[in-house]
Structure formats: structure tokens, C-alpha cells
């Protein structure tokens, strides 16, 4: 008999992290000695006190009843590039020029990276970043090209980084407001500053919003201004806006996201027209799940105010314990439900969060999963659970840092 020979992996994906879902080996050995482990790491509502709105689960469940069960038109189905539009139109985009439904943002992001870069090319991602965005860089085989977020300016985008970062291979930025993983919300001042720049190098800009309908900031509220979409700010650039109903909606589990293309026609068309040869590549994203995006989009929103609720008092918990707990700081977040603490410690952050796991079995991510400027060390909170499971957790976490490294 031949020895079997290994079948080795692709090395472009050597580089391709999702510390998020890798520390879950870490976790099981924990649980296989008998634990609960707490995981404030993955952004899933629905493991905590959130219920998705009983008439979005009618609309699909009609749907499968009434035989929508066979593959959607590619591009999405009608009735729910009509509500995504009038989404957009919500969210002050007035230079539409397409939309799209996807197997979440996930698959959002894949197919307008992928139409968009040739080899030799790159985009611009923050740092730190959603993974995905990297991940899937790394899988077309792009080298990563980065700018960095600045924590001593409540993590907005560092406008001079992006400037020296700019190349003559540049396509493109990713922006993700409000961010994963930092909690932060871009100011007007700096969409536009994002758009002079797009505008004098020619490029797309990718507005991840998928956690627009999630701001917490009381300010945002009283005027009335819900969220900044880039789009609306910056009509003539060229933008693809993301969407979905995995944050929003309470349904991370159905797989649904959307893409808004923006901006001067005749400089999107071409563009367009290459994501959807992907999209049709791909067949269709969850047929019968589409059906729930107008329901979500038209359909009553009460459910928001009581998410919103629940997360502002979470993310005040989370706040406060960073502000009295020594070697933590934190920029307050202001949408989404992440915090991203810098901790001043002796040893690196993933050391930390491994220890965190198996001797106080709390699950945080740490900062070196997202990116980080070189000499900082964070970690990811998930601050969706209940007041008094954060409280307990945040005790393990500071008791942690007691027992290692004294109160100094
Ligand atoms: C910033 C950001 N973009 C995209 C996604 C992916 O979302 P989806 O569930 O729609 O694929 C996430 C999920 O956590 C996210 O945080």
C-alpha cells in the first residue's frame, strides 16, 4: 500500500485569522472539564435576552408554506430590493444606483472585494478590523494594507495614516461605522474628510453599516440623526453600503445582508456589472429568508427601542468597570455592543485572554485577533448580556488581573 500523502492547504490563506471562532479550542477544553464558559466573544444577540420579532419569523415561515422554497433570482427578489431601497432612501442615499441581497454581509463583502481588486492591487481596511475583511483579502492572494484607527481620538479612522498608506494600487476603503470592534461612530467632519480623499484618488469606499439601526449615544437621539450613512454624505463617490438583518433584526442565523451601490452612474457601472457576474456565479442567497426583509424593513421597529435600551445600560455596566479598574481604559463605545478596553499588562493579550478562559471562564477576544498599533493591548468585550452575568464576568476578569499582576 502507498503511504498517503498530505493534501496541503493553500498557503495564501496562511494569514487568514478568526481569533473570534479560533479561541473556541481553548473554551472546550475548559467545558470538557466540566465549566460553563461566559462567551462574551461572538456578537450573536440571540445567546443572551434578545427574541427576533415574532412578525419577521411569520413572513418567512409563509413563505416555506407557500412553496418559496426553489432558487431566488440572483440579484434578490423583488419585493426586497424594493424595501432595501426604501432603506436607502431612510438613510438619505439620493444617488442609488443598485442593490443586491446576500448570504449575509459576510458574502457582501466577498463579492465587492472580489469584483473590485486585480493582482497587485489593494484596499485599505482598519486596523484593528472585522477579520473577515483580511480574510478574505488574503484568499484572493492581496497583500493587506492597513490604516490604523486612533484610540487618543475615540478611535476615528487616522486621516494622515490613510494618506501615507495611499498607493498608486489603491482601489478602494473599508469603513465600518459604527465599528467592529471598537464601538465607535465616525463624525460628519471625518465622512467628508474620507470622501475628499476617495474623490482625489479614485476610489470606492465599502460603508460597512450593517450596526446603523444600534446607536447608543443619547446625543445622536435627541437630533434626530439616527446614523450618518457615508452615501449620504458623499452622494457622488462611488460607495457600496452594507446592510443586514443578522445585528438589526435579531437574525444572524438566516444569513441575510445587502449591498447599496452609490455614487456618479456612469463610474459604477462598469463595477456593478462585474458583482453580478458573481452574483450569479453564486446562484442566490436563502430564498424564503428574503421574504422577512420586508417585513423587517416596512414592518413595526419597536423591538429597537428595547434593544437599544438593554444596550445602553449594558454599555454604561461595561463603562463604568472599565473606568474604576486599574491598567483598563476605554473609549466609551457609542453603537454596536462592543467595548475595546487597553489593558496595561506585562505579558501579551492573547496570554491573557487564554488565562482568562481557563481560570475565570470568561470568554473575551484579544486585541492581536483584530489588529493592533504595535505596543497596545486590548481586548474585545461583547457587552450583550444581562447587567448581573457582566458584573460577574467583569469581577473574574479584574480578579484576574489582580492575582497576575498586583493593582499597580
Ligand atoms: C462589521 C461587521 N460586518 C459584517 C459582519 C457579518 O455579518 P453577517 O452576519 O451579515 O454576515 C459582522 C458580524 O459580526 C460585523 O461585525
Known amino acids: 500500500m502507498t503511504q498517503a500523502r498530505e493534501i496541503a492547504a493553500a498557503s495564501r490563506l496562511d494569514n487568514v485569522r478568526y481569533a473570534i471562532r479560533d479561541l473556541a479550542c481553548v473554551a472546550d477544553e475548559v467545558v470538557r472539564q466540566g465549566h460553563k464558559v461566559l462567551p462574551l466573544n461572538v456578537g450573536d ?48 442615499i439620493t444617488s442609488l444606483r443598485d442593490v443586491f441581497v446576500t448570504t449575509g454581509v459576510s458574502e ?44 487618543n481620538d475615540g478611535w476615528q479612522p487616522e486621516l494622515a495614516d490613510i494618506e501615507r498608506k495611499l498607493t498608486p494600487h489603491t482601489r478602494g476603503i473599508v469603513l465600518i461605522n459604527p465599528n467592529n470592534p471598537t464601538g465607535a461612530l465616525c463624525t460628519r467632519q471625518m465622512l467628508e474628510q474620507i470622501a475628499e480623499l476617495a474623490r482625489r484618488h479614485n476610489l470606492i469606499v465599502f460603508a460597512d453599516e450593517i450596526y446603523d439601526k444600534l446607536i447608543l449615544d443619547s446625543d445622536f437621539q435627541k437630533n434626530d440623526t439616527p446614523h450618518l450613512a457615508f452615501a449620504a454624505v458623499a452622494p457622488d463617490v462611488p460607495c457600496v453600503t452594507f446592510g443586514g438583518m ?69 454599555r454604561d ?56 498599533k504595535p505596543g497596545t493591548q486590548h481586548f474585545r468585550i461583547v457587552f450583550l448580556p444581562d447587567e448581573p452575568t457582566l458584573a460577574k464576568a467583569y469581577a473574574g476578569i479584574a480578579e484576574l488581573m489582580r492575582e497576575r499582576y498586583g493593582t499597580a
Open 317 to 372: 455596566l461595561t463603562q463604568q468597570w472599565c473606568e474604576a479598574t486599574p491598567r483598563i481604559s476605554c473609549v466609551a463605545p457609542r453603537g454596536a455592543f462592543y467595548a475595546f478596553p487597553r489593558i496595561d499588562i506585562p505579558e501579551s493579550d492573547e496570554v491573557f485572554v487564554k488565562e482568562l478562559i481557563r481560570q475565570k471562564h470568561v470568554m473575551v477576544v484579544h486585541g492581536s485577533g483584530f489588529g493592533q
Open 246 to 314: 443578522s445585528k438589526n433584526y435579531l437574525v444572524p442565523g438566516w444569513r441575510i445582508g445587502w449591498g447599496i451601490v452609490s455614487g456618479d452612474a456612469a463610474g459604477v457601472k462598469a463595477y456593478t456589472e462585474g458583482v453580478h457576474r458573481l452574483l450569479r456565479a453564486r446562484l442566490c442567497a436563502n430564498h424564503p429568508e428574503q421574504y422577512g426583509i420586508r417585513a423587517a424593513l416596512e414592518g413595526p421597529q419597536d423591538h429597537l427601542a428595547e434593544v437599544r435600551r438593554k444596550l445602553r445600560s449594558r
Open 108 to 151: 457582501t463583502v466577498d463579492v465587492c472585494l472580489s469584483a473590485l481588486v486585480n493582482p497587485g492591487e489593494d484596499v485599505l481596511t482598519p486596523r484593528p478590523d472585522y477579520p473577515l475583511y483580511s480574510a478574505v483579502l488574503c484568499k484572493l492572494g492581496i497583500k493587506l494594507n492597513v490604516y490604523d484607527l486612533d484610540e
Open 45 to 92: 444577540p440571540l445567546n443572551f435576552d434578545f427574541e427576533t420579532p415574532p412578525h419577521i419569523i411569520e413572513a418567512v415561515y409563509k413563505a416555506m408554506r407557500d412553496g418559496k422554497n426553489g432558487y431566488a433570482p440572483s440579484p434578490g427578489i423583488p419585493e426586497a430590493l424594493e424595501a432595501i431601497r426604501g432603506e436607502a432612501a431612510r438613510k438619505g
